[in-house]
């Protein structure tokens, strides 16, 4: 049977803005107008509002040939609530606005929005605005999100002192793998369209780079055994890269262990099959979204063995220079190898 196509020229600007947002209902008490006027209001009720804007442009951040829109839509909404929560804020509005040619249909943009709306309701944010129109090169999204923190809940990167203990949520490096997988698969298919894509047993770095999720749980955490970070940064371009964020901007160098960067078995066993160094995939792969963070180090015994958190290092004098101690007790330089999209192909 063959699938419908609705011309997005058949329902215009306003009527493809309101076909694509109908039935949004507001979450957060904060949310006092939503999409339909000329602007969203929003009461903060003494608050200090944090926000944050990300980019996400076709052939640059994503590729649709092994990307479904559905997830794309998702992964757009949860990189920026990232940004929130890294600001130890709790994110309540997004708007969304994005650029989009004739090649893809109003059934296409319904996938987009599935994803986008299943990421509003699981993180419980607004979507309260945005705007369409048309490109002549692919997809582009720009999100938009706005949290909310009281003056002494936010924490910055600059915040760091001497003698702070590094920590990370979560593991590293399973994002970057992910798509290491997904291109060899690309490859594949262009040399052999007929062949079935080989995915089987790398469920975990998929989803990683596909589907990420924002640490939200980690900012609750944090709260219930009231340990409050010194500065904090989410790993989206790679440890070393944040490291260095956190550590040159409060005017400090950063000393991260090797042994002590935390890895997936999966992520470490397709590194090894990739003929990848997997230390460096965690170093500088990125997409992770996981929490970077420094505690001071008499908050250590709160979070000592906990599942959710390892120590990877400490802050140290400026002069003393970035360092990755490497597991044979020798020092290397920590250097920021991350994605950076203004590359030269």
Known sequence: MEEQRTEISSLGEFGLIKHLTKELPLLNSESKLGIGDDAAV?????????????????????DLMYTPLVHLGYKSIVVNLSDIYAMNARPTQVTVSIAV???????????????????????KVDLVG???????????????????ASAEQIVKRSTAKKGDLIVVSGDLGGAYLGLQVL???KEVYKSAPQAQPELEGFNYILERQLKPEARKDIISHLAEIKVMPTSMIDISDGLASEALHLATESGLSAKIYEDKIPLDQQTFDVAREF????????????????????ITQDDYEKLKGDPHFTVIGYMAEKDEGHSVILKDGTNTPLQAQGWNSFNEE
């Open 130 to 148: 945005g705007d369409t129109t048309s490109s002549t090169g692919g997809l582009t999204i720009s999100v938009t999100a706005l949290g909310l």
């Open 42 to 62: 929003i009461d903060p009720k003494g608050k200090q509002v944090v926000v944050s804007t990300d980019l996400l442009t076709e052939g640059v951040h994503f």
């Open 183 to 185: 291109e060899r698969e």
């Open 275 to 294: 003929n990848l160094d997997p230390t460096m995939c965690a170093l500088s792969g990125g997409e992770d979204y996981e929490l970077l963070m420094t």
């Open 101 to 123: 040619s004739n090649r893809f249909s109003v059934e296409a943009l319904d996938e987009l929005y599935r994803g986008i709306r299943k990421a509003c309701e699981i993180y």
